[in-house]
């Protein structure tokens, strides 16, 4: 699959847009919450500025579809999370995280629903995986409210954790997700 040029997307709450350096900041402060980054594999704790740069520095112009990031802006609020996609093992993977205070709004839904909508329209993909932490419960609710499936159980390192945690394996498909849609 081609490279994608700078991709942003509107929902009726937000703006999905391409990660820039001016998030740095934001990414930071919310990253370096435990809350947040004890739900997540690839996030060190603590998070600092400079890691935020650094991640922000990969995010290069015309990454493929199954590499692309989306940062999550609620108008009047600013930046919130992120979605986004990177390749594992078996396909494309769904990763999503939000700052505390966006929390049990209904954000992330919109979101990844926008994300899915975009990536199965991008991409010839018929499979997304995801998962969870077993004890991120918000997380799995909403794979399950859009139609992601259990897999399985595995582990998975947990850098902010320092330890192999205890993962929710999930998958969507394309059909299951276009039938949801119509």
Same mark, same amino acid.
């Given at each position: /699959?081609?490279?994608?040029?700078?991709?942003?997307? !509107?929902?009726? =709450?937000?703006?999905?847009?391409?990660?820039?350096?001016?998030? $740095?900041?934001? %990414?930071?402060?919310?990253?370096?919450?435990?809350?947040? $980054?004890? =739900?997540?594999?690839?996030?060190?704790?603590?998070?600092?500025?400079?890691? $935020?740069?650094?991640?922000?520095?990969?995010?290069?112009? =015309?990454?493929?579809?199954?590499?692309? *990031?989306?940062?999550?802006?609620?108008?009047?609020?600013? @930046?919130?999370?992120?979605? &986004?996609?990177?390749?594992?093992?078996?396909?494309?993977?769904?990763?999503?995280?939000? &700052?505390?205070?966006?929390?049990?709004?209904?954000? /992330? !839904?919109?979101?990844? %629903?926008?994300?899915?909508?975009?990536?199965? &329209?991008?991409?010839?993909?018929?499979?997304?995986?995801?998962?969870?932490?077993?004890? =991120?419960?918000?997380?799995?609710?909403?794979?399950?409210?859009? &139609? @992601? *499936?259990?897999?399985?159980?595995? *582990?998975?390192?947990?850098? $902010?954790?320092?330890?192999?945690?205890?993962?929710?394996? !999930?998958?969507?498909?394309?059909?299951?997700?276009?039938?949801? !849609?119509?």
């Amino acid at each position: /699959m081609e490279g994608c040029m700078s991709v942003s997307l !509107t929902t009726q =709450n937000l703006l999905l847009r391409q990660p820039e350096l001016g998030d $740095a900041e934001p %990414i930071a402060r919310f990253l370096n919450d435990f809350g947040v $980054a004890g =739900n997540l594999a690839r996030v060190p704790f603590p998070y600092h500025l400079s890691d $935020a740069k650094g991640w922000l520095r990969t995010r290069a112009p =015309n990454l493929p579809v199954e590499e692309i *990031t989306f940062s999550i802006e609620v108008p009047g609020e600013g @930046f919130a999370g992120h979605v &986004g996609y990177h390749l594992g093992p078996q396909g494309p993977i769904l990763g999503y995280w939000l &700052g505390r205070p966006f929390w049990g709004r209904g954000v /992330m !839904t919109e979101a990844v %629903i926008a994300s899915l909508d975009w990536f199965f &329209g991008a991409s010839n993909h018929d499979v997304v995986y995801s998962g969870v932490f077993h004890f =991120n419960l918000a997380s799995l609710a909403i794979q399950t409210k859009l &139609g @992601f *499936t259990q897999t399985g159980r595995s *582990t998975l390192l947990c850098l $902010a954790r320092d330890a192999e945690v205890e993962h929710i394996d !999930t998958k969507l498909t394309r059909s299951v997700w276009k039938a949801r !849609t119509q």
